[in-house]
């Protein structure tokens, strides 16, 4: 009897034990939801949005505004696969969303790399195109570009 018990308890720690190894890596292989990218994503739009005010220290054009956005969430997208050690922002793991988006709330300009800071040829091409003078966050003691 004693012999018999120990086997089911035996069994039962095994069984535990299989449970535990396949919630783990369900835990660790399973990506975002749908629906949870899609929040990901959103946030990544709103985080570059705000940057991108933050960057310009005048007003610019719809157009330069928008190219700068765009850079921007480029540059956000890179940090968060970098972080959470991702291909693309849809395969961070599932049981991460919730530090991804805390973490996309996060992220400032000084946090991105240096080529995000600057304004790239073509935002350069577009300010020139327009006539506008640039003065960014990051333009030396505040001088015009463009």
């Given at each position: 009897?004693k012999?018999?018990?120990?086997n089911?308890?035996?069994?039962?720690k095994s069984?535990?034990?299989q449970?535990?190894?396949?919630?783990?890596?369900?835990?660790?292989t399973?990506t975002?939801l749908?629906?949870?990218?899609?929040?990901?994503?959103?946030q990544?739009?709103?985080?570059?949005y705000?940057l991108a005010?933050?960057?310009?220290?005048?007003?610019v054009?719809?157009?330069l505004?928008?190219k700068?956005r765009?850079?921007l969430?480029?540059g956000?997208?890179?940090?968060?696969n970098?972080?959470?050690?991702?291909i693309?922002?849809?395969?961070?793991?599932?049981?991460?969303f919730?530090?991804?988006m805390?973490?996309?709330?996060?992220?400032?300009?000084?946090?991105?790399?240096f080529n995000?800071l600057k304004?790239?040829?073509?935002?350069?091409?577009?300010?020139e195109k327009?006539?506008e003078?640039?003065i960014?966050?990051?333009s030396?003691?505040?001088?015009?570009?463009?």
């Open positions: 009897m012999a018999q018990f120990e089911l308890v035996d069994e039962a069984i535990n034990t449970t535990n190894n396949r919630l783990e890596d369900l835990e660790n399973k975002l749908n629906g949870e990218a899609k929040k990901i994503k959103s990544v739009m709103s985080r570059a705000l005010n933050l960057y310009f220290k005048n007003q054009s719809d157009e505004f928008h700068k765009i850079h969430q480029t956000i997208y890179k940090k968060i970098e972080y959470f050690d991702a693309t922002y849809t395969t961070i793991r599932h049981i991460d919730d530090e991804a805390n973490y996309i709330n996060s992220i400032e300009l000084v946090d991105l790399p995000y304004l790239t040829d073509k935002q350069k091409e577009v300010a327009n006539q003078k640039v960014t966050l990051f030396v003691d505040n001088r015009e570009i463009g």
